[in-house]
């Protein structure tokens, strides 16, 4: 497998919504959820978020654990088109982790030097049905020395890496909260035809983690 192997964390409302309509997601769950996801990150090489949601949210995606790594996961970036902003939380936080964005070989190349004089490391690879090849992306992920990735957000990642059939783990957090058809979906569009097309999974644990459910799957 000459990629690297992928978590995908969701924390989602019963009804599998990250963000209300108007796009409020901080906090979907609890504090202990949220300590758990911080656990994750530090065991894993990096902890990957698609363009919209570096721009919605403004992370760090540093893992906040006490006490801290001995070395932080490398901030991964799916931007297209190189559009990240050279500011914010992710550039005020690289001396303690480094962050790769990556993105389409022919995208303009003055917002990817741009990114790189900022302190970024890019990586080009192919376009994708819905922004970047997410295999590629993997691919190149790989060849940067990253082994486990955890992908955290949002719904066009998720769909992309479900897509792509390259989940090999899935961390799903539920709060006990509802929020409608017009919240915005844990996972984008995969434009499924028939019920047999769908992806498979095999629940490995449950657990109940203050208020809020926690499962684990793997594929099937």
């Known amino acids: 497998m000459n990629r690297p192997h992928v978590t995908l964390k969701l924390a989602t409302s019963l009804d599998g919504r990250i963000a209300t309509a108007s796009g409020e997601s901080r906090w979907i769950t609890a504090e202990p959820a949220r300590a758990e996801v ?24 540093l893992a ?7 070395k932080h996961p490398v901030r991964v970036i799916l931007d297209t088109e190189y559009s990240l902003q050279s500011g914010g939380r992710l550039f005020a936080s690289l001396d303690r982790a480094e962050i790769i964005v990556i993105g389409a070989h022919d995208a303009d190349a003055k917002r990817r ?10 990586l080009g ?3 994708g049905p819905a922004g970047i090849d997410v295999e590629a992306a993997l691919t190149a992920m790989a060849g940067a020395g990253i082994a486990r990735v955890f992908a955290e957000g949002g719904g066009q990642v998720a769909a992309s890496l479900i897509g792509a059939g ?14 409608g058809s017009e919240g915005r979906p844990a996972v984008a569009a995969l434009a499924l035809a028939r019920l047999a097309e769908a992806p498979t999974w095999k629940r490995v644990a449950l657990r109940e983690l203050g208020p809020d459910l926690w499962e684990s799957y793997e594929r099937a």
């Open 38 to 61: 911080q656990k994750m990150r530090a065991v894993h090489d990096a902890v990957m978020v698609g363009i919209g949601t570096a721009r919605t949210d403004d992370p760090e995606l």
């Open 64 to 70: 906040r654990t006490e006490p801290p790594p001995a």
């Open 113 to 122: 030097a741009v990114l790189e004089s900022a302190g970024a490391r890019t």
């Open 125 to 127: 690879v192919g376009r």
């Open 166 to 179: 390259v989940v090999d783990r899935l961390e799903w957090f539920r709060a006990p909260i509802i929020l």
